[in-house]
Structure formats: structure tokens, C-alpha cells
């Protein structure tokens, strides 16, 4: 199934940019589709396990701590603002002034560390936390990455002693920590009794069992790693989309490889991303799997932090703290595609285009989620206002991978936006010949494709394309709306297209450009009674949409209520500035305070509504 873009629902024909400013993509594509892609099979199990564990409370705690006399409370307060917007680089530079005036203050190293985690720079992280520990105090934030950095850098017996000294995270990260470590240590009967000690604690017990199944499947023991993973009685382990895929890879390795399809597609069903379609084809090709989901303890560690990553991003915890997991995953494994990606969605969701680029430049072309990292790339490319690299991006992306379809309606939905239509209908067309078969899914590029050659003006070709997504999906509201709507302004088939909008807000009651465009029906239809309530409905939901305040001013005008017109009309041109430039009419709306409505439709060549109306 395509993960294609959203559309809006109004219908805008008779204004030029109208229908595409009101039917553009609503585009998080890249957070959507990764934390999708990384989400947790059984997400409600590990949030109340991690959700609310030690990192993020202390670290908000820590926050909120007065800052000493001492230190420079500008710097302080601006590097707070910084880290709030979550604008790290300039976090980083105003914590470093303010910890010049006070070197020793854990409320500022604390908070410090957490911008450089954010940013990417673990050294600059490590240094801190060292510094922090030097004073004494406890952080859950300097354990996770003095932890995380004795594992990158294979110091086993650091960590051990780490713990042991009082480094700590939470309870359940400290002793799965301490299991991978005592592997690193060449202690695994100690690293075996210790994942099974967690396997007895009531609420976890699915994780050491799960990482229990890794450390076996790693040291070349399928059989009794497939046994824990395979044993339902014990809650079912395959937490995440990458334990899924170490069951599957396990079970090749056991030479039972349609047990391995058949796992796979009872967790993905038939809408598998790219990277899981290539393990399909292997498995069905007879190829063995490689286990490589760990293949050395600090791999192990690595999915601690990638557990824990995904459980936040799941939940209601802040986008800053699920990124310091997902980033020392990264660290720990600096080719782990899914934390890459994790990382790229929150920084973009957090407007940190910058550093969703940078991140998303990581994933080389032969990984198979290149196509959706450079789709990722091109949307915050296209955020931060770089439209025409973000194309160039999606039109490279199009000769590397010809007769994708999701490329190409990416590319379609960028160009459509920026009201391009002609390219953007192209691109859907390219897009519609790599279909195999009609599904229903495909109705929004037919959707997509009609309002693009409906803005060149081929009206034929873009009513042949709305038929058809309503073929693909009957009853769809928006396009029955667009269609409808279309066909009032156009003055044909005027039955036919009232029905179509009022089916279109029996399904949307609530959306104020549907209701909307069933008012303007009844107005451009002569039918103006009928058209005040939907009417005022529209504005009830859309209150300071100028579009829809500037129709009920018609509205009003053409029933006799001219001072209530005048009202809504003035309301329409104090909007103006919330809306896309050409969506309204400024200067037609002052035209019609200062004459009136039938004035203008005379000016216009048009019949005055007094006369339209018997006088």
C-alpha cells in the first residue's frame, strides 16, 4: 500500500490557486512513515516499563532548578530558550558561556548534555558528563552516555564497575546494561543468570527473555534463541519491528525459512516496507540470513537504547528525550538504519531541518531505506524552504528507481504545491503507469492528478480522473466535494453535483470547506434561502477562514440582510493575511462595501442579484 500524502477537502474552482491552497499536502511524511516503520509491536508493555522511567523526569526536574548567583544568567536563560525550541547548536554555545562563570554547576552540565546528545555530539556529551561526575552528583543523563561510550568503546569492566559505583538509568536499562557488559567481559554464564533474573520480575520479564534470545543467537545458538522467541506462554517476545526481523533471521538460520515468511507476514501483512520486502525476496529465494541484529555485545547495548527510543516515541514523552536514545543508538551502531531514520522524523518534526538532513545523509544507496531517506530528505529540504533542492532530490530519486510510484507521487504532491501543476501532473501520470492493478489506495492520485489538470484547465481529462477515484473509492467525501463543487461553478449537471456535496457532509458534518461548498451550491444555484444555514454553519467551523466569511456576506446580500453582509464582508478582509495570497479577492471584496454586490456583478457583465431575484 502506498503512504501516499493526505489531501485536504475544500473545492476551491473559481479563483485561481483557490483549489490547490485549500487541497494541498498536509506532509509529515517522514515522521509518519519512520516512526511507523520503527514502531513497537507491543508498544503498551514497553512504555510502562521505560515511559516514565528515571532519564525524563530527572532531566525535566533538573530543569526547573534555580540557577546559581554565580552564573551568567543571560547565557542561562538564553541557552534555556535555545533548548526549549530545540535549537541545539545555539543551546550548546550559550551553556558553554554560562558554565565559563560556573564550571561546577550540575543544573547547567545536566542540561548541557542533553542539547549535545541532541545535536549529535556524543564526545562533547562524554566530556560533560565526565566533568558532571567529577562534582559528585548523580545524573541519569551522564550515566546513559558514559554507559553508552564504555560500550562503543569495548571497556567492559568500566561499565561493570560504572555500575556498580552508582551509574544508573533505570532499573531495568542498568541490568540489561550489566547483562551485555558481562558478555563483553567473557562472562556469559554471569550475563545468562542476570537477563534471567529480570525474566522473573514481574512486568519485564518478556525482556530478559528477549535479550537473553539475542546474546544466544549471537554466540551461534538458534535453536534455544528461537525457543524463547517462539514460546507464547511467556508473553511473546518479538517487542519491536527489529525483533521481528531476528526471529525471521534466526529461523533461516535454522533452515526454516517459510516459517520465516510466515512470521513476517503475520507481523506486516500485506503492506511490507522496502527494506522488509528485500528480506522477503531473500527468504523466498532460499537465501539463509545472516543474524546480524547483534553481533557483538555492543550491539546489545545498542538495542537497549533503540528499545527505549521506540517505547517514547510511542508515548507522551518529549521528542528531545526520545531523541537522546535514538541518537546513542547511532553512536552504539552508526549503520543502525532505524535509529538513523527515528532520529531524522523527531528532529523534523521538531522543525530542526538542518539536522534531519545531515542525519538522513548517513544511509547509504544500497541500504534498502535509501528511497524513503531521501524522500525524508527532500520534505525537510522542501520545509526549510529549499524547494528547488528538494525536487532535484525527488527527480534523482526517479532515475535511480524508475516506476516508483510512491517517488513519484512525492514528487507530484512537492510540484502541486508549489503549484506547478503541469509538472506535478506528470509526475502523477509516470505514477499511475507503474500501477499493476487498480486498488483502492490509488484513488488519491487520481484525485491528486485531477486537481492538477484541473488548475491547466483540462477539464475533460481531470472529470475522467475524479470518476475514477471515486470508482476506487465510492463515496470518497473529498472528492465528491471537489467534483460537485466543480460542477456548480462550471453550471452542468447541477442535480447531480448538489447530491455529490450533500453526501459529502452526510460523511463530513464537521468539516467547514465541505459545508461551505454546500451553501455556495445553493447560492450560485439561485437557491439562496437555502443557502444561509449551511452557510453560517461554515463559519462556525471555519470562524476566521476569509473565503468562507466573504460567501456568507453573499449570502446575507442576496437575502435582503445587507448590513450583516457588510459585516462579514469586513470580517472577510481582516482575515485576508490567514490565508494563501490569491485564495481571496481583497480588492473585489472593498469593491462590494463600497456599491454593493449587484453593482459589481454588473461591472463584471454579470446579472444583479436583485434581478436574479425577481427584484
Known sequence: MLRLSSLRSAARTSTAGGAVARTGPVRKGLARACLARAGLVRTGLVRACFGRAGLVCAA??????????????????????????????????????????????????????????????????????????????????????????????????????????????????????????????????????????????????????????????????????????????????????????????????????????????????????????????????????????????????????????????????????????????????????????????????????????????????DDPAFAAAELGRAEALRASGKVDAAVEVMRQLTELDPGNPMIEVTLGDTLRAEERFDEAAQAYDRAIASFDEPEEGQWIVYFARGIARERTERWGQAEADFRKALELRPGQPQVLNYLGYSYVEKGEQLDEALDMIEQAVAARPDSGHITDSLGWAFYRLGRYDEAVAPMERAVELMPIDPVVNDHLGDVYWAVGRTLEAEFQWRRALSFVDNTESGEVDADRIRRKLDVGLDAVLREEGGAPLSVANGG
Do not use: C
Open 60 to 365: 525535566l526536574g533538573s530543569a526547573a532548578l534555580p540557577v546559581a548567583a554565580e552564573t551568567d544568567a543571560g547565557a542561562y536563560l538564553a541557552a534555556r530558550h535555545a533548548a526549549a525550541y530545540s535549537d541545539y547548536g545555539q543551546a550548546i554555545e550559550f551553556f558553554a558561556r554560562a558554565m565559563a562563570e560556573d564550571p561546577g554547576n550540575v543544573n547547567l552540565l545536566d542540561t548541557a548534555i542533553i542539547s549535545h546528545i541532541a545535536a549529535g555530539n556524543i564526545p562533547g556529551a562524554v566530556e560533560l558528563s565526565q566533568r558532571l561526575m567529577q562534582t559528585g552528583a548523580r545524573s541519569e543523563v551522564a550515566s546513559l552516555v558514559l554507559l553508552g561510550e564504555a560500550a562503543q568503546e569495548g571497556r567492559w569492566q568500566d561499565a561493570l564497575d560504572g555500575l556498580d559505583a552508582g551509574l544508573s538509568v533505570s532499573a531495568l536499562f542498568d541490568d540489561l546494561m550489566r547483562g551485555w557488559a558481562l558478555i563483553g567481559a567473557d562472562e556469559p554464564g554471569a550475563a545468562m543468570d542476570t537477563f534471567d533474573a529480570i525474566a522473573t520480575r514481574e512486568g519485564v520479564e518478556p525482556f530478559g527473555l528477549y535479550h537473553k534470545a539475542l546474546a544466544l543467537a549471537a554466540d551461534g545458538d538458534f535453536a534455544a534463541a528461537d525457543d524463547i522467541l517462539s514460546d507464547e506462554d511467556r508473553g511473546g517476545l518479538r517487542l519491536t519491528r527489529r525483533g521481528v526481523v531476528a526471529h525471521a533471521q534466526i529461523l533461516s538460520q535454522l533452515d526454516r525459512n517459510a516459517d520465516a515468511l510466515a512470521l513476517i507476514d503475520e507481523y506486516f501483512g500485506g503492506s511490507p516496507d522496502d527494506a522488509i520486502e528485500a528480506v522477503i525476496d531473500r527468504l523466498a529465494a532460499g537465501e539463509t540470513l545472516e543474524f546480524d541484529i547483534v553481533r557483538q555485545p555492543s550491539d546489545g547495548v545498542a538495542e537497549i537504547y533503540h528499545t527505549i527510543a521506540n517505547a517514547l516515541s510511542g508515548s507522551d514523552a518529549e521528542q528531545t528525550y526520545t531523541i537522546l536514545y535514538s541518537r546513542m543508538t547511532a553512536y552504539l551502531r552508526p549503520g543502525h538504519t532505524e535509529a538513523i531514520l527515528l532520529t531524522a522524523a523527531l528532529l523534523e518534526s521538531l522543525e530542526r531541518y538542518d539536522l534531519a538532513i545531515e542525519v538522513l545523509r548517513r544511509i547509504p544507496r
